[in-house]
């Protein structure tokens, strides 16, 4: 990563910059060639790309350590994911859902045995999530847009947290998925042509949730409070459609807004509370 | 008959023991008297010193055919010191030590060169988060003597090499923390008793 710059941070604003840059042309692309079925791999697409940013390297298989595990984490659910969605639509919920285990309990396979039920806890947790982001999942475009617009908040959110929590590449992984998804985004807030499918859900959501499997399980100095209240970025973006309704709010980029906004505001309030919790000078 | 036979396989006993070369004395690593420290560079500035407070360990030696050595150690990664609690918390989580998944870091020699009467080099495994590097120790042969204090057999080495983090999968904060990692190592080895 530092290849883009003379410090650690403009090498950091670089590479955010090349993954909106590279986000805008790949969606851009996608979306001139009517390629509306790939969309679902752009998101786990910049998660990968990020990884690669970050680490320099595609880890070699089998993989030997949480971090290494968590590319193929990504790798294999972007795969299965994008099958299923081709193959068998329905299953995808399914497929979804089983994610967030598999990944708690292969990454936390070394606290099995000695502290099993914070692999179980995290495990419930990711399925809570993954969950929450498939309520009320339909094929209209705009919805998928903000369940993507809400990853990318919960990456935007988790970064500082990582980052406090002593795991500095999971704060520069999800910067960098969420610089990603802003390009992606900026192509599809006007009339969207995009797919939040069984690749997104389980590829790029589930490796965010593998990511926070990590720093939870295996680094296990993130700040718990910090990431429970995280976790209502999947829950406050319920009320967006009746909010919409009372403020008599009808076009589709200000419902976008407003389903973004109420995801950020327990994102802004986490990170809060991670900053003020870590009663240390800042990890430079 | 009986007795004949007795005789000739003492012989052949002490014939054997006889042509055998002699075996290298077991020593065991004095965490008393022994250290590892490590030096990494700080944005250019300093280099940030660091020490392993808990290792153990044991080697073979013999002064007259050092090729024939043994060493094997292991560090508990849970007690790198950096002299900062914070710091010292985090070196432990995935992106560097990673203690939950690797708790121990390892080396084993596997060969043992003399470069002069007091100089050597041992190459051997070096295992650090799971994954292996071959690694080269150069070493001084400091004593081989009798401790005044409890006449114990007792030798020393002292040891240095250099390694990269990032080999090790460590690629946290490249740029601000150096990638090269100096390894000081001070060794005091006991004869092992029975």
């Known amino acids: 990563?530092?290849?883009?710059?003379?410090?650690?941070?403009?090498?950091?604003?670089?590479s955010l910059l090349v993954m909106v840059l590279v986000g805008i042309l790949a969606s851009g692309l996608m979306r001139w060639r009517g390629l509306i079925r790939l969309t679902d791999l752009l998101m786990p697409g910049a998660l990968l790309a990020a990884y690669w940013l970050v680490y320099n390297k595609v880890p070699v298989f089998p993989p030997v350590g949480a971090v290494n595990k968590v590319f193929y984490v990504i790798a294999i659910g972007t795969a299965v994911g994008f099958a299923v969605e081709i193959a068998a639509r329905r299953a995808v919920r399914v497929a979804s859902l089983f994610q967030p285990p598999a990944a708690a309990f292969y990454i936390g396979l070394p606290r099995l045995g000695v502290a099993t039920w914070e692999v179980v806890a995290v495990a419930t947790a990711g399925v809570a999530i993954m969950w929450l982001v498939l309520r009320g999942a339909s094929v209209r475009a705009e919805d998928d847009v903000k369940r993507g617009g809400v990853l990318a908040v919960l990456a935007l959110g988790f970064a500082p947290i990582a980052l406090l929590g002593a795991s500095s590449s999971s704060f520069q992984l999800c910067l960098m998925l969420a610089a990603g998804c802003l390009g992606i985004f900026l192509v599809h807030i006007i009339k969207p042509v995009f797919r939040f499918g069984g690749a997104s859900l389980t590829g790029a959501l589930g490796g965010l949730i593998s990511v926070a499997c990590t720093v939870v399980l295996i680094t296990r100095k993130a700040d718990l409070l910090a990431i429970a209240i995280l976790g209502l970025c999947v829950v406050l973006p319920v009320f967006s459609e009746g909010i919409c309704r009372m403020l008599g709010v009808s076009r589709q980029f200000p419902h976008l807004f407003v389903h973004v906004a109420l995801a950020a505001i327990p994102a802004a309030l986490a990170v809060a509370i991670a900053f003020l919790d870590y009663g240390s000078s800042f990890p430079v | 008959m009986k007795h004949r036979l007795a005789a000739l396989l003492l012989s052949m006993t002490s014939l054997a023991g006889a042509v055998s070369p002699a075996s290298a004395t077991k020593f065991d690593i004095d965490p008393v008297h022994s250290g590892i420290a490590f030096y990494i560079d700080h944005l250019g500035f300093s280099k940030v010193i660091g020490v392993a407070q808990e290792f153990s360990g044991a080697f073979e030696f013999d002064a007259s055919k050092p090729e024939g050595s043994s060493l094997?150690?292991?560090?508990?990664?849970?007690?790198?010191?950096?002299?900062?609690?914070?710091?010292?918390?985090d070196i432990q989580g995935a992106d560097w030590f990673n203690a939950t998944e690797f708790p121990e870091i390892t080396f084993a020699g596997k060969e043992f060169k003399?470069?002069?009467?007091?100089?050597?080099?041992?190459?051997?495994?070096?295992?650090?988060?799971?994954?292996t590097k071959s690694t080269v120790l150069d070493v001084v042969f400091n004593k081989e003597g009798q401790n005044p204090w409890d006449k114990s057999h007792v030798v020393g080495f002292s040891a240095t090499t250099k390694v990269k983090r990032s080999d090790f999968g460590m690629k946290a904060a490249l740029g601000m923390i150096g990638d090269e990692v100096d390894l000081v190592i001070q060794v005091e080895g006991r004869e092992r008793q029975g």
């Open chain 2, 114 to 131: 003399k470069t002069s009467d007091t100089t050597g080099q041992i190459i051997g495994d070096l295992t650090i988060a799971g994954v």
């Open chain 1, 1 to 14: 990563m530092l290849g883009f710059g003379n410090s650690p941070q403009e090498a950091l604003a670089a």
């Open chain 2, 72 to 89: 094997d150690v292991k560090v508990k990664v849970g007690s790198i010191s950096t002299n900062n609690e914070q710091r010292d918390g």
